[in-house]
């Protein structure tokens, strides 16, 4: 069985088993099942390098209609800087 969804323009299907029921998503090449884009997680891992405080950063990421929690964003941090 195969259920196709769309997403901001983005194109993606999903396949269900027959056998084992579970189901498999595949993307286009360029996207990934992450909530946040690289370019946003690598802006704000600059920005926290640039020295501006995690708040100001989560306000800032909001401030975009970006945001995402703190934790995401230390994680970042540890992962790319």
Partial sequence: MRTRFVILQIQASRYRCR????????????VSRAQQSAATKAMTVLLWVLQLSLD???TFLRALGLGSPRPSHCRWYIKWA
Avoid at 20 to 26: E, G, M, Q
Wanted: glycine share 6%; proline share 7%.
């Fill in 56 to 58: 100001k950063v989560s």
């Fill in 19 to 30: 056998a084992c029921h579970r189901s498999f998503d595949h993307y286009p090449e360029g």
